[in-house]
C-alpha cells in the first residue's frame, strides 16, 4: 500500500491530515481520546471504517494517558491498584481511571453521529476493556492497545476480500463511477469502493474511474482523484452535476460507493448526492453496488429512515477554505449524507461474499454466524 492513513508512532496515533490534500501531506500525532474525537470531529480524519479505527486508538491512547501520568490522588481502600507506580509516583485509582475512561468513551462517541463504524468500535473496546477491568491500569492499556492494532489489521484484511469479491463484478476495461472517497484515505487502508478498483487493477483488469467531485468538502476532487493518481488508475473527474449527463452517454458501466451505515432492510446512508446517483444508475439500468465491512450493517436500526443524519456547518458551502462564493445572509442547509433505498441498490458488496437485492431477509443470513 502507497496510502498509510492512521500508524502507530512513537507511542502515538498518527494520521494523514486529509483537510488539507492534496495541496499538502502532512501526519498529526495525538495522545487523547480527546484529541482524537476533535480529529474526527474536524474531518481530519473521515470515513466510516477509518473513524472506527481512529476511535479504538483513542480508547487506547486514553489508557495509556491515564495510567502513565503521575496523580497526587488517595486511594479508597481495596480498590485492588498498587499505590506507588515503578516509578515511585502515585497510580491513578480504580475509580478515577474508571471515570476518565468512560470521559473518553462519551467524548469520542459524540464527535460524529452517522457512521455506525464508530460506535461499533467503541463497543468493541468496551467489552475488551470490562474483560481485564480488575488488572491494573498499565495492563489495561497495553491490553486495549493490542486490540486497536488488531481493528487496524483487521480492516485491511477485510477491505481486501470486499475488493477481490467486488471486482469478480467487473468487467475488463469497466468505466466505474464513484461517489465522495471510499478509499484507502477512508479505512485503515486499500479501501471498500476504490479497494474494489484496486483489487480489479491487481487481477488484471484495465479499469478507469470516474470520480464525482462531492461537494461541498470535495472529497472525490481532492482524495479519491489524489489517491487513483498515485497508484496510476485512470481517473476522470466531473463535477457532481455531470453524472447524469455522463450516464446518458454510454460512459459509465457501473456504480460502486461506499457507505457509513446500512440499515437492516438494505437502506443505505453515504455522502450527500449518493441517493442522486443511484437513481440516475435506475434510470439508464446501469448496476449500482454498495461496497461495506459487515461491521457498517446496523441491524438495530430498521429502516434508513431511522438513520441519524448529520448536519455540518453552513461554511462548508459559503465556500471553501478562504474562498467564499456565496450571497451574505442567504439561508444554508448542510446534511452530510443522505439514504439510498435499498431497491436501487444492485447488490452490497462484503468481505463474505455480494448481496443481491438487499432486503431484511438476505442481510439477516449474511450477519449470521
Not at 460512459?251 to 437492516?264: I, P, S
Not at 437513481?279 to 431511522?306: E, M, Q, W
Not at 477554505?321 to 451574505?328: F, G, K, L, V, Y
Request: charged residues 20%.
Amino acid at each position: 500500500m502507497k496510502i498509510e492513513t492512521l500508524r502507530w508512532f512513537n507511542n502515538r496515533l498518527e494520521m494523514i491530515d486529509q483537510r488539507i490534500l492534496p495541496a499538502s501531506f502532512e501526519y498529526l500525532s495525538y495522545d487523547s481520546a480527546a484529541s482524537v474525537a476533535e480529529s474526527i470531529r474536524s474531518m481530519v480524519v473521515r470515513g466510516a471504517p477509518a473513524i472506527g479505527v481512529a476511535a479504538a486508538y483513542g480508547v487506547a491512547l486514553e489508557a495509556l494517558r491515564l495510567s502513565s501520568e503521575p496523580f497526587a490522588l488517595s486511594l479508597s481502600k481495596g480498590e485492588g491498584f498498587d499505590k506507588l507506580s515503578p516509578n515511585g509516583t502515585q497510580n491513578i485509582s480504580a475509580s478515577d481511571f474508571k471515570s476518565g475512561m468512560e470521559a473518553g468513551f462519551s467524548a469520542l462517541a459524540a464527535s460524529r453521529p452517522t457512521a455506525v463504524n464508530l460506535f461499533w468500535a467503541l463497543q468493541r473496546m468496551r467489552k475488551v476493556w470490562e474483560s481485564v477491568a480488575t488488572q491494573a491500569p498499565q495492563q489495561v492499556a497495553q491490553r486495549l492497545l493490542a486490540e486497536a492494532h488488531e481493528i487496524l489489521a483487521e480492516d485491511i484484511r477485510i477491505n481486501k476480500a470486499m475488493g477481490a469479491n467486488g471486482a469478480a463484478l467487473l468487467k475488463d476495461g469497466a468505466r466505474v463511477l464513484t461517489h465522495c472517497n471510499a478509499g484507502a484515505l477512508a479505512t485503515a487502508g486499500w479501501g471498500t469502493a476504490l479497494g474494489v478498483f484496486r483489487s480489479a487493477v491487481e487481477a488484471g483488469k484495465r479499469i478507469s474511474v470516474i470520480a464525482d467531485e462531492t461537494r461541498p468538502f470535495l472529497q472525490g476532487a481532492r482524495l479519491t482523484a489524489w489517491e487513483m493518481v498515485q497508484e496510476n488508475i485512470p481517473v476522470t473527474l466531473i463535477t457532481d452535476n455531470m453524472a447524469g449527463y455522463m450516464m446518458a452517454q454510454g460512459e459509465v458501466d457501473a456504480v460502486v460507493v461506499g457507505t457509513d451505515r446500512v440499515a437492516a432492510n438494505g437502506d443505505v446512508a453515504n455522502k450527500i448526492g449518493t441517493y442522486m446517483v443511484a437513481v440516475l444508475a435506475r434510470r439508464h439500468n446501469i448496476p449500482f453496488y454498495v461496497a461495506c465491512p459487515l461491521s457498517t450493517i446496523d441491524l438495530s436500526i430498521a429502516a434508513g429512515k431511522d438513520i441519524p443524519i448529520e448536519e455540518r456547518s453552513v461554511e462548508e458551502v459559503k465556500g471553501f477554505r478562504d474562498c467564499h462564493w456565496a450571497a451574505e445572509g442567504v439561508k444554508i442547509r448542510n446534511p452530510a449524507f443522505d439514504v439510498t433505498p435499498a431497491e436501487l441498490v444492485t447488490g452490497l458488496i462484503t468481505e463474505k461474499g455480494v448481496v443481491l437485492g438487499p432486503d431484511v431477509h438476505n442481510i439477516k443470513k449474511l450477519m449470521s454466524p
